[in-house]
C-alpha cells in the first residue's frame, strides 16, 4: 500500500524559510516521480516542483530560484526547501507521485503572513 505523509508546514513570516518533508511508503522511490504541489484558498491545486528518477527536475515559474526540491533514495524521502516566502505561497502543499497510477498524501499546511 502506497503512502505519502507530509510534515514540517506552519506559520512563517515573508521573507522567511520553511523545510516541508514527504516520507514515501510501498514506493520504489529511486524510480518514481515525486513533485510538490499547492492549493491556495479559492484556487485550483497546481504543481510546484517536480523531480524524476532520471534527475530532472522542473518548477513553477512563481517559485523559481525560491524553493528547492530534493530527494533522499535511500531513506525514501522528498523535500521542499522554501526560501524568501512570500504571502502568496500560502496554502496546503501536497506530496504526489506518478507510481503505479498515482498517489497523493494528505497535505500539510504552510501560512506566510506577518
Known amino acids: 500500500q502506497v503512502q505519502l505523509v507530509e510534515s514540517g508546514g506552519g506559520l512563517v513570516q515573508p521573507g522567511g524559510s520553511l523545510r516541508l518533508s514527504c516520507k514515501g511508503v510501498?514506493?520504489?522511490?529511486?524510480?518514481?516521480?515525486m513533485a510538490w504541489y499547492r492549493q491556495a484558498p479559492g484556487k485550483e491545486r497546481e504543481l510546484v516542483a517536480r523531480?524524476?528518477?532520471?534527475?530532472?527536475?522542473e518548477y513553477s515559474d512563481s517559485v523559481k530560484g525560491r524553493f528547492t526540491i530534493s530527494r533522499d533514495n535511500v531513506y525514501r524521502m522528498l523535500y521542499l526547501q522554501m526560501d524568501n516566502v512570500e504571502p502568496e505561497d500560502t496554502g496546503v502543499y501536497y506530496c504526489?507521485?506518478?507510481?503505479?497510477?498515482?498517489?497523493w498524501g494528505k497535505g500539510t499546511l504552510v501560512t506566510v503572513s506577518s
Open positions: 510501498g514506493i520504489v522511490f529511486s524510480r518514481a516521480t
Open positions: 523531480s524524476t528518477s532520471s534527475g530532472d527536475i
Open positions: 504526489q507521485t506518478a507510481w503505479r497510477g498515482g498517489h
